[in-house]
């Protein structure tokens, strides 16, 4: 039996073009995990390897079915608490310490895996994985209208493709509204190189 293909059926959200560009983005499902600290730390990749293993456990409850899916890929959602003010679209990853910087690790379900099925995956993992696992739920997010520009390369150079989109932002009347967003469409690992990675970088605007 053929399973869906979540990039395949949501192409417009999994697309992005090399400039700056208005889209309408759609209710949207994940299994997530929500954490707080620098993407540069070891525990970051710990936790897009559990949460990995955990979408995998929810696709188990349906393979053999009617509903059996494929694993999407990794998303991320960044912002700082309030303490250190309010930060434009360009300068997310410098307003606030990186050790105190917010993020939730996402991955897709289909809109009838429910926030019970997430609390099974979860319940499932391993004990040694439990103290990891706390920050694992469900999450619903409704972003609406966005900017968004295809980022290539090394995620150190992700300041100019930002830059890029807060002057179109500026130019189009538009203001930052919500939550930074990124959409790994290639897998990366510590360590290895990132020039062949492509992201989609997304701002709620308003």
């Known amino acids: ?13 999994y697309t992005s073009a090399d400039h700056p560009e208005v889209i309408y983005v759609e209710n949207t499902n994940f299994i997530s995990i929500l954490a707080k600290g620098s993407f540069t730390e070891k525990i970051f990749y710990e ?18 079915s009617g509903q059996a899916f494929g694993q999407s890929v990794l998303e991320g959602l960044y912002w700082n608490d309030g303490k250190y003010g309010e930060h434009t679209i360009s300068h997310v990853f410098d307003t ?37 696992s706390k920050g694992i739920e469900f999450f619903e997010y409704r972003e609406g209208k966005c900017i968004q520009m295809l980022h290539k390369g090394p995620f150190i150079y992700e300041y100019k493709t930002l830059r890029q989109l807060e002057e179109f932002a500026s130019g189009s009347n538009l203001s930052k509204r919500g939550i930074h967003h990124e959409i790994y469409l290639e897998d990366f690992t510590t360590g290895s190189s990132q020039n062949h990675l492509r992201t989609i970088l997304r701002e709620p605007v308003q």
Do not use: C, W
């Not at 039996?1 to 959200?13: A, C, R, T």
């Not at 979408?55 to 349906?62: C, P, Q």
């Open 96 to 132: 606030g310490p990186l050790s105190e910087l917010n993020y939730r690790l996402m991955i897709r379900i289909p809109e009838y895996v429910t926030a019970q099925h997430v609390a099974f995956a979860k319940d499932a993992l391993v004990p040694a994985q439990r103290e990891l």
């Open 1 to 13: 039996m053929e399973k869906l293909n979540i990039l395949e059926k949501y192409p417009s959200y």
């Open 47 to 64: 936790r897009i390897a559990l949460l990995r293993e955990a979408a995998r456990l929810v696709i188990g409850i349906f393979n053999g």
